[in-house]
């Protein structure tokens, strides 16, 4: 079992590398493609927005679909669409083209985030410890991966499809093959989990929805407006401007890799209010900055902190309900796209009408509305995969050893 489960994690450390690379190579040339196909600007918001609408299509989708199909079989075929979809926007030619690639794009990246943190949750359960941060560091590393390839490809004036075509003949059949060990919880479906899978499930999940909104107005707004708060506010060059976001990946990265030990030794609760004090902390830092370099310490705080809510939102979803942990996983996955459709926006708005300053606030006060539902993050009789209930103090400051 134990070299099962090992296997099973790395496969699933890949996919979520995988992932994260494409997701990158694809919002990192945003706007070659739009030169590509001629997208004006007034219709290119059109397009953007239809991804994480699809992509919530998709997550809701994979929660019904996994009563009666195992994650693992939608993730090892999921994948694959998203790769191939990522092709297919690089590649086209007229705007039909393009919107039936974004479209493939978004419902299979909703079945793809569902399924594989169904599958990190169930890991965790069967390892009886935190492992659900070091997935999503694998996703970081694959986004910086990405955005280093996609900045190549636009340095040397490659042609978009030039720039997928390595990546997916690359990815796509390495994901294939480590699909061979992903490991599923148990079996797909049954009544037990339908009945749980009811309004009540909801009504429980409900704060951790906001949470996972929240953390992704905060990611969205790092993601689209980092560049031109750093030019445009704090009077940096462009070529600095491009650091901020690379910089919050990083330590994204960073702290993710250590996250996992962080809960095992203090427990969740104290790692997401520590993450959500540390997240407000570099929101107030840049918006208060003099200067690109108090900006870019800003930012830095804002991936130490964003960095651990959101794993660790989808491994609170799975203790809160074991028999219900696939589709409570894939329902909190569609606020992930909620807040990313919700953020940009927002503080685009907020922006133009008042400040970029003022705006950086909002988000500021949202992450900080998480302290309030930080409790939901405790561990409340963790059941874990051999069908034993250990409480939580056992896995408090347990070392690393053994699995």
């Known amino acids: 079992m134990t070299d099962v489960l090992r296997r099973g994690r790395a496969s699933l450390a890949f996919s979520f590398f995988a992932q994260g690379a494409a997701f990158a190579l694809l919002v990192t040339r945003i706007p070659a493609i739009q030169d590509r196909y001629g997208v004006s600007d007034a219709l290119l918001p059109l397009f953007l927005a239809a991804v994480p609408i699809l ?5 809701v989708t994979t929660e019904q679909l996994v009563k009666r199909i195992r994650p693992s079989v939608l993730l090892r075929w999921s994948q694959p669409v998203v790769l191939l979809a990522l092709l ?8 039909a083209e393009l919107a039936v690639s ?36 694998a996703y970081s590393l694959g986004g910086i ?30 994901a294939l093959v480590g699909s061979r060990w992903y490991v599923d919880g148990g079996a797909p479906g049954g009544a037990g989990e339908a009945a749980e899978a009811g309004p009540l499930v909801f ?37 600095v401007a491009t650091v901020p976001y690379n910089v919050y990946m990083v330590m994204c990265l960073v702290g993710r890799g250590i996250g996992d030990f962080g809960v095992r030794r203090f427990g969740a609760v104290t790692v997401v209010r520590l993450g959500a004090v540390v997240a407000a902390l570099g929101f107030a ?8 370099g108090v900006g870019m310490l800003g930012f830095t705080l804002l991936g130490l ?16 309900f074991p028999g219900a942990s696939d589709t ?20 685009g708005a907020l922006g133009d009408a008042w400040s970029y300053r003022g705006a950086m606030l909002v988000p500021m006060v949202l992450v900080l509305v998480t302290l309030v539902y930080a409790r939901s993050f405790a561990p409340q009789e963790d059941r874990y995969g051999d069908g034993h209930e250990r409480p939580h103090t056992a896995d408090v400051g347990r070392g690393s050893n053994g699995l």
């Open 55 to 59: 992509a919530g299509v998709g997550s």
């Open 88 to 95: 297919g926007a690089g590649s086209g030619d007229g705007m």
């Open 102 to 137: 974004l479209g493939a794009f978004g419902l299979a990246v909703g079945a793809l985030d569902a399924s594989m943190n169904m599958l990190g949750v169930s890991l965790q359960r069967s390892y009886g410890r935190s492992i659900m941060l070091s997935f999503h560091a």
């Open 145 to 174: 991966v990405g955005a280093s390839l996609a900045w190549a490809g636009a340095h040397w004036q490659l042609a978009l499809w030039v720039s997928y075509l390595p990546v997916v003949a690359v990815l796509l059949p390495a």
């Open 203 to 239: 009504k429980l999940l409900l704060p951790l929805c906001l949470v996972m909104t929240f953390a992704y107005i905060g990611d969205s707004t790092v993601s689209n407006w980092s560049a031109k708060y750093l030019k445009d506010v704090l009077g940096s060059s462009e070529q």
């Open 285 to 292: 830092v840049v918006a208060v900055a003099p200067g690109a």
């Open 305 to 320: 902190g964003l960095c651990v809510l959101v794993p660790q939102t989808f491994a609170a979803a799975g203790r809160l």
């Open 328 to 347: 409570a996983v894939a329902r909190l996955n569609i606020f992930n796209y909620v807040g990313f459709l919700v953020g940009s926006p927002l503080v």
